[in-house]
């Protein structure tokens, strides 16, 4: 059962497809704020490729990739961003309400509690690989 993965089933085959329309509506948000440079675009589009990105998890997991690979480094690289769905809904709303809005400086510490948790999640995966070669040592 080398080649079992990917396991497309009725549960993965859904999300995947909705995921999938997800990421071409956020790259259509991205072309038009390419040609129109309006900020509400950009922050849509983050918004939902970052919905779309937490759906993948679950896509992943139905697809046993979890069962399947379960040492693997993709485990800690599938950061949730979570802490930056509140922030980019706020200014979202904040471009589409008020006239005239640009992004600042200012709107930058929003996003500190996602920063904090990527770096921890750096420093997790930087920890475990150290460990993993140690350990290999030990053994060799």
């Not at 259509?28 to 993948?56: A, M, N, P, Q």
């Not at 800690?76 to 600042?104: D, R």
């Not at 929003?110 to 948790?117: C, E, L, W």
């Amino acid at each position: 059962m080398l080649f079992a993965f990917p396991n497309l089933n009725q549960w993965s085959s859904p999300l995947l497809f909705l995921t999938l329309q997800g990421v071409f509506f956020a790259m259509l948000l991205f072309l038009r704020f390419y040609k129109e440079r309006k900020v509400s675009d950009l922050l849509l589009g983050l918004l939902l490729t970052i919905l779309c990105y937490h759906r993948t998890t679950y896509i992943i997991g139905f697809m046993d990739w979890y069962d399947t690979f379960r040492y693997t480094k993709i485990n800690y690289w599938l950061v949730a961003f979570e802490f930056s769905v509140g922030p980019l809904l706020y200014l979202y709303v904040k471009s589409v309400t008020t006239y005239g809005f640009k992004f600042v400086k200012s709107h930058i510490y929003h996003f500190i509690p996602q920063t904090i948790y990527i770096l921890y999640k750096l420093w997790l995966v930087a920890y475990d690989s150290i460990f993993y070669l140690d350990l290999k040592r030990l053994i060799l």
